[in-house]
């Protein structure tokens, strides 16, 4: 993978690789005055076959996680409500087991409740741990070095 920051900058200029998935939104001019990120450029998740990076202002550094940190990934959801309301607030995260044996919490930060960016993520983590597996097993695809294919 290239650098992250290589990551943004292809992923706004375009297009991008196919097996990439770019999540973005417009910085909302009001919210942005407040925040004190207006002039900067819009959020973007971009989640590559190897990492998934995010740029959510120039105050914030780069997000990047790599798939191959993964040991084991579940995905969570969490749904509140208040007692007088008809509407239902829902939180959604992914709890990572990392190959260290760590175990952090990934959720984007400017695309909290999009359940599209935690499933393409969840994705990924399951292509990185099933191949883990495969290769600790032994199978090793045809043409590859250390031997022949299962």
């Not at 200029?13 to 450029?41: I, Y």
């Not at 984007?108 to 935690?118: G, M």
């Not at 969840?122 to 090793?140: I, K, Q, S, T």
Request: proline share 8%; net charge positive; glycine share 8%.
């Amino acid at each position: 993978m290239t650098s992250p920051q290589e990551v943004i900058e292809a992923a706004r200029r375009g297009p991008v690789p196919a097996g990439w998935r770019v999540f973005t939104k417009r910085r909302g001019k009001v919210g942005a005055f407040f925040r004190g990120t207006s002039g900067q450029p819009d959020p973007i998740l971009v989640i590559t076959p190897e990492a998934a990076v995010e740029y959510a202002s120039d105050r914030v550094p780069l997000s990047e996680f790599h798939f191959a940190w993964v040991a084991y990934a579940t995905l969570q959801m969490k749904a509140s409500s208040s007692s007088d309301s008809t509407s239902v607030r829902i939180r959604f995260w992914v709890d990572v087991r990392l190959t260290d044996g760590r175990t952090v919490q990934w959720k984007s930060a400017t695309f909290p409740a999009r359940i599209e960016v935690v499933q393409c993520f969840v994705e990924n983590c399951a292509v990185h741990v099933f191949w883990r597996r495969l290769l600790a097993d032994g199978y090793r695809p045809p043409g590859a070095p250390g031997g022949p294919a299962r």
